[in-house]
C-alpha cells in the first residue's frame, strides 16, 4: 500500500523558515517525480514544484511564485522527501502535500497546516 | 501561467440528476507529441484531492463509470451521470502540459 506522509508544519512568525518532511513508502520511491503543492484555506490548490526521478538526475522545478524562498530536495536512501521554505509571509499561510504526480495516476499525503502569523 | 477557468463554482443536483462541469484554457493544452495533460480531481470535505479523470477522458483507479470526461485543445467537460451522495465536494481541473502545473479554481456540488 502507498504512503505518503508529511510533517513538519506548524505556526512560524513572519520571515521565518520551516521545513517539511514526507515520508515515502509501498513503491519504488526513485523511479518517481515528487512534488508539493499548497491549499490556502478555501482556495484552489497551487503546484509549488516538482524534483525529478534518478533517471532524469533528480533535477528540480519551481513554480515561479516560490522559486528562490522554497527548495526541494529527497533523501533516497531514506524515501523522505523535503520542502525548505524561507522568509515565509502569512500568503504561505495553507495546508502543503506532498504528492507523486504521474501521467495516469497519482498519490496524495493527508497534508501538515502551516501557519504564518505573528 | 496557464489559466484554467472553471464554470459554474457552484452546483446544486439531486441524487440521479446528471450535471457537467466545463473548464476552459487560456492556451491549447495539446502538447507538440499529441498529448493533453488534462486532469480531474474530486476534493471531499477534509480529504486530499482524489483522481477522477487523467489525459481528458480516462477513468482513475476505482472510479466509478458515472464519470466521464471530454473535449481537446482548450474547452474540457466533466460530467457524472446519476449524481450520488458521496459525490458532493469540490470539483477541480488542472493541467500538466505547461510549466507551472495550474489547477482551476473549483466547482463546488452541493447535494439538494
Known amino acids: 500500500e502507498v504512503k505518503l506522509l508529511e510533517s513538519g508544519g506548524g505556526l512560524v512568525q513572519p520571515g521565518g523558515s520551516l521545513r517539511l518532511s514526507c515520508a515515502a513508502s509501498g513503491f519504488t520511491f526513485t523511479d518517481f517525480y515528487m512534488s508539493w503543492i499548497r491549499q490556502p484555506p478555501g482556495k484552489a490548490p497551487e503546484w509549488l514544484g516538482v524534483i525529478r526521478n534518478k533517471a532524469n538526475g533528480y533535477t528540480t522545478e519551481y513554480n515561479p511564485s516560490v522559486k528562490g524562498r522554497f527548495t526541494i530536495s529527497r533523501d533516497n536512501t531514506q524515501n523522505i522527501l523535503y520542502l525548505q521554505m524561507n522568509t515565509l509571509r502569512a500568503e504561505d499561510t495553507a495546508i502543503y502535500y506532498c504528492a507523486c504526480l504521474y501521467t495516469t495516476g497519482d498519490y496524495w499525503g493527508q497534508g501538515v497546516m502551516v501557519t504564518v502569523s505573528s | 501561467d496557464v489559466v484554467l477557468t472553471q464554470t459554474p463554482s457552484t452546483l446544486s443536483a439531486t441524487i440521479g440528476q446528471s450535471v457537467s462541469i466545463s473548464c476552459r484554457s487560456s492556451q491549447s493544452l495539446l502538447d507538440s507529441a499529441g498529448n493533453t495533460y488534462l486532469y480531474w480531481y474530486l476534493q471531499r470535505p477534509g480529504q486530499s484531492p482524489q483522481l477522477l479523470i487523467y489525459?481528458?477522458?480516462n477513468l482513475g483507479s476505482g472510479v466509478p463509470n458515472r464519470f466521464s470526461g471530454s473535449g481537446s485543445g482548450t474547452d474540457f467537460t466533466l460530467k457524472i451521470s446519476g449524481v450520488e451522495a458521496e459525490d458532493l465536494g469540490v470539483y477541480y481541473c488542472?493541467?500538466?502540459?505547461?510549466?507551472?502545473?495550474?489547477f482551476g479554481s473549483g466547482t463546488k456540488l452541493e447535494i439538494k
Open positions: 489525459l481528458v477522458s
Open positions: 488542472m493541467q500538466a502540459t505547461h510549466a507551472p502545473l495550474t
